[in-house]
């Protein structure tokens, strides 16, 4: 059984970078079938898609967030991650990592618990 | 970018109703797309996925059908588990996008 689970500060200050890192257990981040994404939900909200990984490093991220985010992963440690700059209270939201599937509609099928992630002063 | 409509934004059932949930797509998205449900507090689960398979241990209450722009998620007869928020996902080329979701509150 797939298991993912975010790690990192909950708290981040206005104009600092958010840090995260998800840990995957139970299956090798480097199978060629699956990619490995940042999913976020503000409070209340809808979901936003951040971008995701493959194990050989490329990558895809949201256009409205493309100049503000990396994602990467360390197959050595079977963990990805995600580094979002110049944050504001906009970026306020639980961010999930998950896992999803290389081929048809890119569904996802493994997520992390989620972690909420406050920017404030 | 391929923008997905999801309606209502609240459907407000009794269990042993049907539920028929609707997506759209901006351009068509061939059968690229996925449901998922989500219940407060959870992350969200994976229902159907290329428009139509259900998901590894999803009941058979839940089907997707559609392609192109125009998708259905539809709960044959709602069980009171079934009230939550689903939300519908697409993939074109590289980029993925989720609808803002459809709430299925009991009346």
């Known amino acids: 059984q797939v298991q993912l689970q975010e790690s990192g500060p909950g708290l981040v200050k206005p104009s600092q970078t958010l840090s995260l890192t998800c840990t995957v257990s139970g299956g090798s981040i480097s199978s060629g079938d699956y990619y490995w994404s940042w999913i976020r939900q503000p409070p209340g909200k809808g979901l936003e898609w951040i971008g995701y990984i493959y194990y050989s490093g490329s990558t895809y991220y949201n256009p409205s967030l493309k100049s503000r985010v990396t994602i990467s992963v360390d197959t050595s440690k079977n963990q990805f991650s995600l580094k979002l700059s110049s944050v504001t209270a906009a970026d306020t939201a639980v961010y999930y990592c998950a896992r999803g599937s290389y081929s048809g509609s890119y569904d996802v099928d493994y997520w992390g618990q989620g972690t909420l992630v406050t920017v404030s002063s | ?107």
């Open chain 2, 1 to 107: 970018e391929i923008v997905l409509t999801q309606s209502p934004a609240t459907l407000s059932l009794s269990p042993g109703e049907r539920a028929t949930l609707s997506c759209r797509a901006s351009q068509s998205v061939s059968s690229y797309l996925a449901w998922y449900q989500q219940k407060p507090g959870q992350a969200p689960r994976l229902l159907i996925y290329d428009a139509s398979n259900r998901a590894t241990g999803i009941p058979a209450r839940f089907s997707g059908s559609g392609s192109g722009t125009d998708f259905t998620l539809t709960i044959s007869s709602l069980e009171p588990e079934d009230f939550a928020v689903y939300y519908c996902q697409q993939r074109s080329n590289w980029r993925v996008t989720f609808g803002q979701g459809t709430r299925l509150e009991i009346k």
